[in-house]
């Protein structure tokens, strides 16, 4: 028997039902305080006061707490070129969509991306995962997306692959339809990614979209997701970030796991969202690189009853891996509660990227997927900010970092 033993507080964040949390449940943390956590064969089998008569290893967590690890449900972590030399542009006062314009943003990741050999395409993203892992993140949902053809977005979706079995992070692979090639008309290429889509289906679990202004139309998106359908993925979508143009009110037609940003989202929409068990993924890392004033309104979201997760959105834009500064940006920028924000970081987060089996609370028969962290009380996380708290990384029992 594996015990982590003594931690001052145990955030179990309790499951009861096979379902995310919204609203006011995301305020419980399922705290049990100075206890020890019995681990064998990878699996939680006991959280109690008292210890077992056979102890193999002792982790101890003494004036700590143990949580279950991060699930980043947002990220595009394969790519290859960052674009540091863009924040200057962001700060004169350029848009998005202005640095699209002028030839740099997305399709400066693309031409990057495309010219990348898998191998290139591993060993640039493998750097990424570690930063990941050392905060704390043991799951995540990571997408295609810069290949712009099936060839190079099964490249990219092979690198994923690799990446998952090769590190200690459990991946849910999404292909995303991101971004129209720039010598092509929209309505053809999204024919085309929707007759091929079938052969992505041993590389992803999950398809995504782009809907917005200046990406794909509600028209689109609804005949992708359609086709994406019939072939048994799970449904996401980018919806509302730039400008409402109707995107997230395909909840009425569709199932989504997640839609994520929403940040033009009007009201009768995310009445919808309650209605479903669909999580609102709000990346509060993207406004905030883009030093845009208006965030997510996660209070609505929450006071509406929707379940919320937030993500980090890693990519060339918004460049982080650790989910640790996602907490504070949600509690500083959209006012969420430091519960809240744990929750949507691990229990929420996990029904986000589909991998809710695995990760996102601390129960019995579950996998040890837990971090400790150099905090008292759980109070401290967000609030300590900038700094990795984290002291342990356990995957399946074993104490990796
Ligand atoms: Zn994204």
């Known amino acids: 028997m594996i015990v982590i033993e003594n931690a001052s507080e145990i955030l179990t964040i309790p499951h009861g039902y096979n379902k ?190 782009f809907c917005d202004k200046g990406a794909f139309s509600k028209e689109s998106t609804e005949l992708f997701l359609k086709k994406a359908k019939e072939q048994g993925f799970k449904l996401k979508m980018h919806a509302d970030e730039l400008e409402y143009i109707g995107c997230s009110s395909l909840i009425k037609k569709f199932d989504f796991i997640s839609m994520d940003h929403l940040l033009k989202t009007p009201d009768e929409i995310i009445n919808e969202m309650s209605k479903k068990n669909t999580v609102a993924v709000l990346l509060p890392g993207t406004p905030f690189t883009l030093f845009q004033e208006s965030f997510s309104d996660a209070r609505k979201f929450i006071k509406n009853n929707v379940a919320v997760a937030i993500g980090t959105d890693l990519n060339p834009n918004c460049y982080t891996e650790n989910m640790q500064e996602i907490i504070s940006l949600s509690i500083y920028r959209m006012r969420m509660t430091v519960e809240e924000a744990i929750v949507a970081s691990t229990y929420n987060a996990a029904f986000a990227s589909g991998l809710q089996d695995k990760l996102g609370s601390i129960e019995v028969g579950k996998d040890a997927n837990l971090i400790i962290m150099d905090a008292k009380s759980y109070t401290e996380i967000g609030y300590h900010f900038g700094v990795n708290l984290v002291t342990e990384i356990i995957k399946k029992g074993k104490v990796i970092s």
């Open 20 to 209: 995310p949390k919204k609203g006011n449940e995301m305020r419980d943390l399922g705290i049990i305080k100075n206890s020890n956590i019995w681990i064998d064969r990878g699996k939680i089998i006991k959280i109690t006061k008292e210890l077992p008569d056979k102890i193999e290893e002792k982790i101890d967590a003494s004036g700590k707490i143990v949580m279950p690890a991060f699930v980043d449900p947002h990220t595009h972590l394969v790519f290859s070129g960052i674009r540091d030399f863009e924040l200057s542009l962001k700060m004169q006062g350029k848009s998005y969509l202005e640095i699209q314009n002028a030839g740099g943003g997305i399709y400066y990741t693309v031409d990057k991306t495309r010219n990348a050999s898998e191998e290139e395409l591993y060993e640039e993203s493998s750097k990424r995962l570690e930063y990941m892992v050392k905060h704390g993140t043991l799951g995540a949902e990571a997408k295609s997306g810069y290949g712009i053809d099936i060839e190079n977005e099964i490249k990219m979706l092979k690198v994923i692959k690799r990446l998952s079995e090769n590190y200690s992070i459990e991946i849910s692979p999404t292909f995303l339809l991101h971004i129209i090639p720039k010598n092509r008309e929209e309505k053809e290429y999204v024919e085309y990614i929707s007759d091929n889509i079938e052969k992505i289906k041993d590389y992803a679990k999950n398809v995504d979209v």
